[in-house]
C-alpha cells in the first residue's frame, strides 16, 4: 500500500486539530523498540502493584506491533485539560477534599474517544484501510508511542511533556493499516530539573524517569484495594481522587494551552468540596454525584476510605463525628479508615 503524501497526512493535522486536538504525531507500532525491557523491569521490582492486568497482557504492552499485527502506522493526539485554577490551593484547605483535575468534570474517556472516531472516520474517507482507537483503555503504552510520534517526551515524573503543551493533555491513539508518513521521535528536555521528583508527597520516584506506583497518591487512590499502609495515610493529605504535584510544579506548563473542552473544566461542587458531605454519601448518592465522572468506577467503598484518610489528616476536630459514624460501616476498609481517622482527631 502506498505512503500518503505529505499534503494528505497535513489535511489530517488540520482536520483532527479542527476536531479539538491540539496536537498530532505518527509514528510506526514498532517505533519504541524497548517498551518490553522497560515494562519487564518495571514489572520485575514490583512497582506496578495491584495492577496485575499489567502484567497478564505485559506481552502487548511490550509490543505494540503484536496488538494489532495489520496496523502500519499509529496516530497519536494530544487533548489539553489545563485547569484554569491554582491546583495547589485546596492543599491549603484540609477539611476540603483535593480531586485531581482531569476528575472534575466528565470521564475523559468517552470525550476523548468520541473526536478519535471522528477522526479515524476522515482518515478512512481518504484512503482504503482499517483503524482502531484506544484511550487509554487497552495494552497500549500511549506514553512511549506519543514521544515516537513527536508530540513530546517523558519527562523525570513519567508523564508526558511538550514544548508548546506543558503536561496538562489527554493522549489518543488510533491504529491503523494506512501506510503514513511518520514524525521524528521528541528529545528529552528536563535538563537538570528535578521539580517533580523534590515536590512528590510519598517520594514515588526511586530516580528520575522511574515511578513506584505503589507509593504514587493517584494509584493509592484509585487502582489500589483494601487499606492503605499506615505510614501513607499521613502522606495523603487531602487528595481523595488522584495528586496533580508533580504535574501542577512543571516549569513547562507556562506554555500550557488552554482547554477548550467545557466538559473538562471543573464543576463547581468538585472544586474543593467539603469532607463531611463526602464521607456521609451511601451508594445512590455516590453514583449521583459523580455519574458522568471517571470517579465513578472506584466506587463508593474505596471513595469514602480516601475521604475518612483526608479527615483524619484534617486536625479539624468537628470532623471527628463524621468519622466515629461511620467505624460500624458494612464495608471493612471504611470500618478502618473511619476507626484511624477517630484516633487522628482524639
Known sequence: MPTLTSDLKAKLVDFATQAGFAKVGICRPD??????????????KGFHGQMGWMAERIQWRGDPAALWPEARSVVMLAEPYTPDHDPFEVLKHRDR?????????????????KRLKRVGRWLLDQE??????????????????????????????????????????????IFT????????????????????LDICPTNAFP?????????????????????????????????????????????????????????YHARPELLGPDLADLAQLDDAGFRALFSGSPIKRIGRDRF????????????????????????????????DAAKWAVSKLT
Open 97 to 113: 477534599a483535593a480531586i485531581s483535575v482531569y476528575a472534575q468534570n466528565r470521564d475523559y474517556h468517552d470525550v476523548v474517544k
Open 31 to 44: 517505533a519504541v523498540p524497548d517498551i518490553a525491557e522497560r515494562l519487564d523491569a518495571f514489572v520485575a
Open 177 to 196: 493499516t494506512i501506510e503514513l508518513v511518520a514524525d521524528d521521535a521528541g528529545v528529552e528536555n528536563c535538563g537538570s530539573c528535578t521539580a517533580c
Open 304 to 335: 469514602v476510605r480516601n475521604v475518612l484518610y483526608a479527615i483524619g489528616n484534617s486536625d479539624r476536630l468537628e470532623l471527628r463525628e463524621v468519622a466515629v459514624s461511620l467505624c460500624n460501616d458494612p464495608d471493612a476498609t471504611v470500618a
Open 207 to 263: 530516580a528520575p524517569f522511574q515511578l513506584d506506583a505503589r507509593r504514587c497518591i493517584s494509584y493509592l487512590t484509585i487502582e489500589h484495594k483494601g487499606p492503605i499502609d499506615l505510614e501513607l495515610r499521613a502522606l495523603l493529605g487531602n487528595r481523595i481522587y488522584g495528586c496533580d504535584d508533580c504535574l501542577a510544579v512543571c516549569p513547562w506548563n507556562k506554555f500550557a494551552a488552554q482547554a477548550h473542552e467545557v466538559k
Open 128 to 173: 482504503d484501510g482499517q483503524i482502531k482507537v484506544f484511550v487509554d483503555t487497552a495494552p497500549v503504552m500511549e506514553k512511549p508511542l506519543a514521544q515516537a510520534a513527536g508530540l513530546g517526551w517523558q519527562g523525570k515524573h513519567t508523564n508526558l511533556l511538550s514544548r508548546d503543551l506543558g503536561n496538562w493533555f489527554f493522549l489518543g491513539a
